[in-house]
């Protein structure tokens, strides 16, 4: 279970406001790339997690109380034109930079799952599987979890030409039924073109 421990140790060094952030759709052949950016208070929130270890009733229910007891929180997207003209690198962190330029006040630290953020001001560590080891980073996976599964949703609703895909289902990660119908129609323009199974669709069967 994520803890509060290094959030502590840098309170007791003198940093007030420390942020938690991480991405998610990273591996997705469609959709936007979303990040999240949570600053939580010292009062614990039960049963936090890596979104991945939680079902979409527990992320939902567990999104709703972070939203509630946050000190702030802020959402970052890179939708997949933007996505494809820079690389899935370089949008992963452009999510996170936007998560951090949204929170009303910038943070004294962030603490990031995986690999720093390049190109800000604010000190930050990077932590390897933060969202399983801390809980404002393991709270930010399910906010923006919960987020892009919700765009998926809405993409698989709205636009007809994305519901053979069912991104409903698999929120455009590569599943069977979606690398087969990729394979039959070829991509829509929800599809991230810079990938080279999207780009070359016979290669995903």
Same mark, same amino acid.
């Given at each position: =279970?994520? #803890?509060?421990?290094?959030?502590?140790?840098?309170?007791?060094?003198?940093?007030?406001?420390?942020?938690?952030?991480?991405?998610?759709?990273?591996?997705?052949?469609?959709?936007?790339?979303?990040?999240?950016?949570? %600053?939580? $208070? +010292?009062?614990?929130?039960?049963?936090?997690?890596? #979104?991945?270890?939680?079902?979409?009733?527990?992320?939902?229910?567990? +999104?709703?109380?972070?939203?509630? +007891?946050?000190?702030?929180?802020? %959402?970052?997207?890179? @939708?997949?034109?933007?996505?494809?003209?820079? *690389? %899935?690198?370089?949008?992963? &962190?452009? +999510?996170?930079?936007?998560?951090?330029?949204?929170?009303?006040?910038? $943070?004294? &630290?962030?603490?990031?799952? *995986?690999?720093?953020?390049?190109?800000?001001?604010? $000190?930050?560590?990077?932590?390897?599987? *933060? @969202?399983?080891?801390? #809980?404002?980073?393991?709270?930010?996976?399910?906010?923006?979890?919960?987020?892009?599964?919700? %765009?998926?949703?809405?993409?698989?609703?709205?636009?007809?030409?994305?519901?053979?895909?069912? &991104? @409903?289902?698999?929120?455009?990660?590569? #599943?069977?039924?979606?690398?087969? =119908?990729?394979?039959?129609?070829?991509?829509?323009?929800?599809?991230?073109?810079? &990938?080279?199974?999207?780009?070359?669709?016979?290669?995903?069967?």
């Amino acid at each position: =279970m994520p #803890s509060n421990k290094l959030v502590e140790q840098l309170t007791a060094d003198g940093y007030k406001l420390i942020a938690g952030l991480d991405e998610v759709g990273r591996g997705a052949w469609a959709g936007p790339v979303v990040a999240a950016a949570v %600053i939580l $208070p +010292a009062k614990k929130i039960y049963n936090i997690r890596d #979104s991945k270890l939680l079902t979409r009733k527990e992320r939902e229910k567990l +999104a709703t109380k972070i939203r509630r +007891a946050a000190l702030n929180y802020s %959402i970052g997207i890179v @939708d997949v034109k933007e996505l494809d003209s820079m *690389g %899935i690198g370089k949008a992963s &962190f452009l +999510a996170m930079t936007n998560a951090l330029n949204g929170l009303r006040k910038t $943070p004294d &630290f962030i603490l990031v799952d *995986g690999f720093k953020i390049p190109g800000i001001d604010v $000190p930050q560590q990077a932590v390897i599987d *933060g @969202d399983q080891k801390i #809980s404002s980073v393991a709270a930010a996976s399910i906010i923006a979890k919960v987020e892009r599964d919700r %765009i998926m949703r809405t993409l698989h609703r709205s636009e007809k030409e994305c519901r053979k895909f069912r &991104f @409903d289902f698999n929120k455009g990660y590569p #599943s069977p039924l979606h690398k087969r =119908m990729l394979a039959k129609y070829g991509p829509s323009k929800w599809h991230r073109y810079s &990938f080279t199974p999207v780009k070359q669709p016979k290669l995903a069967v």
